[in-house]
């Protein structure tokens, strides 16, 4: 069993759409970090949240901590190709040490 | 250096063999992780370092796999007696105490 359940695992939407991806766990998190890798690269840092509730935004994305920090969202306001990518969402369990869980990710396709 | 270095990029060896992944961190992360990703998943956690001690190893799949950090700084991953099921990507990350991780690139290692 997943510690953090992504879903869907796969979407693929026109250039233009709006998307949301979700990241749940049964699990509290003292923070949780959302990261897009690219094929052949490792994953890379987009944002942390810790605050329950807390709601980042990175240009056209924005990113939500769920009140309860079990839960976290990612949206995408008018998807472009360059966004595709393997979305992967990440926490640190509380008395979890420094130690990230993973996701099983989402693989994102934006069509042109 | 400006990034977390991973070597060799790539890597086949014959089933039986043993393998060593090198892991060169950003100067002065204090924290090392090493992670496995099979095709289309997310990263599962192996191992964890701070400084030279390791913390966690946890999620090392057997005794074949072994994970040392003996100055704090570089890393290596021994995997003896590699078997197919072995065939993945390992990635290395660092961070500095309560910042985002930071990822190399990986190895990707074949088993055949």
């Known amino acids: 069993t997943q510690l953090l359940e992504q879903s869907p695992q796969f979407l693929s939407i026109q250039e233009g759409e709006n998307l949301t991806v979700y990241c749940n766990s049964s699990?509290?998190?003292?923070?949780l970090q959302w990261y897009r890798q690219e094929p052949g690269e490792g994953p890379v840092l987009l944002v942390t949240?810790?605050?329950?509730?807390e709601v980042k935004k990175l240009k056209r994305l924005t990113f939500q901590f769920g009140d309860a920090r079990k839960d976290s969202s990612l949206h995408i306001t008018a998807a472009q190709p360059g966004d595709t990518g393997l979305y992967l969402c990440?926490?640190?369990?509380?008395?979890?040490?420094?130690?990230?869980?993973f996701g099983q990710g989402t693989r994102l396709t934006i069509n042109p | 250096g400006a990034g977390v270095s991973q070597s060799p990029r790539y890597k086949v060896a014959k089933r039986g063999q043993d393998v060593a992944l090198r892991c060169d961190p950003i100067?002065?992360?204090?924290?090392l992780f090493w992670y496995q990703q099979a095709l289309g998943q997310g990263p599962e956690f192996l191992t964890y370092?701070?400084?030279?001690?390791?913390?966690?190893k946890s999620g090392l799949p057997s005794d074949r796999f072994f994970a040392e950090r003996p100055e704090g700084s570089v890393s290596t991953l021994k995997i003896q007696r590699t078997q197919q099921e072995d065939s993945a990507v390992y990635l290395c990350?660092?961070?500095?105490?309560?910042?985002?991780?930071?990822f190399g690139s990986g190895t990707r290692l074949t088993v055949v």
């Open positions: 990350a660092s961070s500095f105490v309560g910042d985002g991780y930071t």
């Open positions: 699990s509290v998190f003292s923070s």
């Open positions: 949240v810790v605050t329950g509730g």
């Open positions: 990440a926490g640190v369990r509380i008395g979890g040490a420094q130690k990230l869980v």
């Open positions: 100067s002065g992360h204090v924290s």
């Open positions: 370092f701070q400084n030279e001690a390791q913390l966690d």
